[in-house]
């Protein structure tokens, strides 16, 4: 299996739809978790963003609207982002890493939690072909 960047765009509801997904399969299932389309500038030079609560084991997680995709080298794949983005909640109890994100162990983090996403991604569009 191999992950083939492909464009991916949604809706809101089709995003809550696949987040309700993934959810289920990455245990999450206890999370509230809120999605949202978002203008570029809410989230900087970021494709996704996520916000929690541990304790309260809520989630915010914002993607970048399609109208705002303007990266000419790779495709928007917004079910990527989303599952990055639930990662980023399913690991949240490993520790609070994402205060400095300038630390080679952030970049680590990041690059690992990305691998991910695209694997499993890529697993279930294998699957679904």
């Not at 030079?45 to 915010?60: A, F, K, P």
């Not at 994402?98 to 294998?126: M, P, W, Y």
């Amino acid at each position: 299996m191999k992950y083939f960047p492909r464009e991916c765009i949604l809706t809101l509801d089709e995003l809550k739809a696949k987040c309700d997904e993934w959810k289920v399969v990455l245990g999450l299932e206890n999370w509230d978790i809120k999605t949202l389309l978002v203008r570029q500038s809410e989230i900087p030079g970021d494709q996704g963003e996520c916000q929690w609560s541990l304790t309260n084991r809520v989630g915010i997680i914002k993607i970048t609207t399609n109208e705002d995709w303007d990266n000419k080298y790779f495709k928007q794949d917004m079910e990527k982002t989303l599952v990055h983005e639930l990662l980023h909640l399913h690991f949240s109890h490993i520790k609070d890493y994402c205060i400095d994100h300038d630390t080679s162990e952030n970049a680590i983090f990041e690059k690992d939690i990305d691998l991910l996403a695209r694997t499993l991604v890529g697993l279930k569009r294998d699957k679904a072909e």
